[in-house]
Structures are given as structure tokens and as C-alpha cells.
């Protein structure tokens, strides 16, 4: 079975009242994200907030992005303080999904932190190695989301080499990188896709700026891969909702119904 969710940081609403906004658009989960510079959300009372939504709304957390790693990249050398800096926001990610019950922390790599060649590729599997390591028989996954192939995929999930890791495979970013997000899904072994994936489309290479299906992300070719592949799980909008929220999220949970059924 899919379920539809919505990305916390593209809607029209903020912290805490996220939640009952996603309820309210017709989302039944959400993914939050964190920030290094985010202390509060590590903190109980905060932590207590978001579970107490979640269980008013009906809307699950299913998963936390750690956006702070598109400035703050994986492959950092480890004992440089940017390395550091990594590697504590990883493990302070990790507490927190743990704290709240959240299965899935994902890592993603974009912009300043786009791995572009070997070394970086070696170094981002050792980080994520160790979070797995640093995860290990406890109940929460981490995933990967970058702009690699299927080939560079392979390598990254045979560097790290844990059961621990999965692959966050977003519909439209692997177009602005020159390959299919159905590739991915198709070509690389389904455990690895977990249960949750980012819908998203877009014209003009712009991420999320077009209701999904009418962009550029050949969306409907996706979602078919998923259906292929017998994915269940999560489909997590990634649309941008900061504006004509209402009408936007109505038009992408139409398409989603239409697309997955």
C-alpha cells in the first residue's frame, strides 16, 4: 500500500502546526527536517509537542531530513571541524528520531555538498558507515539522497556496507543530473529503496515549482517503476506548497490517487 505525505519545510506553515496543516491538506504523514542550528527539536519538550500533534491529527513522522548537510557534506574530511560538525549532527539526528520513534534519517547531498568524484564518494560512505554503525539493531534506518547514477549508487551502498542504509530516490532531482529516477528504482535492489520516496516535479529545472505530472520529472514513468517493484510505503511531496497551498497539495493527491491505484 502507498501512503501520501508532505515534506515540512515547502509547506505554508512552520514547526508544530505543520502537522495539523498536513491533516487539513489531506497528508497523512509528514517528513521534518532538521538544522544544525536547530537545538530545540532535540530538546523533550519540543519532542512531546510534535507526537502529541502527530497523535491529534492522525498525521505519522515518518521520517527527519537533515538540510544542513547540503552546506555541511558527508564527505568533510573527518577530522577537519567540518567533519566533526557532520558527525555530531548525524548522531544528534539519529537521538532524536530514536527519542521520538521515527524510522528514517536521510543525508542529503545537493549543492555545495553534490559528490562529484571518487574521494568525496569514499569519504561520504565512511560517514554514513558510521552512522550505521552508530545505529546498529536500533529501530531507525539511514538513507542516502544525492545526485549519483545507478552505477555510483551501487558503489556508495557496497562502500558503506550496512544493513542499516537505504536510498531516499526523489522523482525529479536525478533529471537536473542527466538520469531517471526510474532507473534507480528499477535497477537498484528494492530493499534498498525503503519505504519512503520524495514526489516531486518541476519545469525549467526548478525543484518543486510544478503540480506533479506536468513538469519535466517524467513523474507517471516513476511512479510506474515503483508499482513495478511492488513499493509500499511512502510517497513524500516535495511540491512547493509556500503559496496556494489548498489547491496545489487538492491537484498532487489527485494525480497520486490516479497514478498509484
Not at 539526528?93 to 555545495?112: H, I, K, Q, R
Request: hydrophobic share 40%; with cysteine; net charge negative.
Amino acid at each position: 500500500m502507498i501512503k501520501f505525505g508532505v515534506c515540512q519545510w515547502i509547506m505554508d506553515r512552520r514547526g508544530v502546526g505543520a502537522l495539523p496543516r498536513a491533516a487539513e491538506l489531506g497528508f497523512a504523514g509528514i517528513q521534518l527536517g532538521i538544522a544544525e542550528d536547530d537545538l530545540e527539536i532535540r530538546q523533550p519538550a519540543l519532542q512531546g509537542a510534535y507526537l502529541q500533534a502527530a497523535e491529534e491529527t492522525g498525521v505519522e513522522i515518518v521520517g527527519f531530513g537533515i538540510n544542513t548537510m547540503n552546506i555541511l557534506p558527508l564527505y568533510s574530511p573527518p577530522d577537519s571541524e567540518k567533519g566533526r560538525r557532520c558527525r555530531d549532527l548525524l548522531r544528534s539526528a539519529l537521538d532524536t528520531a530514536l527519542a521520538m520513534g521515527v524510522g528514517l534519517v536521510y543525508c542529503p547531498s545537493f549543492f555545495e555538498a553534490e559528490i562529484r568524484n571518487d574521494d568525496q564518494l569514499e569519504r561520504a560512505a565512511a560517514m554514513l558507515r558510521q552512522g550505521c554503525e552508530y545505529i546498529e539493531n536500533q529501530p531507525v534506518l539511514l538513507a542516502s539522497e544525492n545526485t549519483l547514477d545507478v552505477a555510483s549508487t551501487r558503489r556508495l551502498v557496497d562502500l558503506v556496507d550496512h544493513p542499516s542504509l537505504r536510498v531516499l530516490v526523489d522523482s525529479y532531482n536525478p533529471v537536473l543530473y542527466g538520469h531517471l529516477a526510474a532507473d534507480l528504482v528499477r535497477e537498484l535492489p528494492t530493499p534498498l529503496l525503503g519505504n519512503q520516496a520524495h514526489a516531486k516535479d518541476g519545469q525549467d529545472q526548478v525543484m518543486g515549482n510544478a503540480p506533479l505530472g506536468s513538469g519535466e520529472g517524467h513523474f507517471r514513468e516513476f511512479v510506474q517503476a515503483l508499482k513495478e517493484v511492488a513499493f509500499e510505503g511512502w510517497l513524500i511531496s516535495e511540491t512547493d506548497y509556500r503559496n496556494n497551498a489548498d489547491t496545489l497539495a487538492a491537484a498532487d493527491l489527485a494525480t497520486l490517487r490516479a497514478l498509484t491505484t
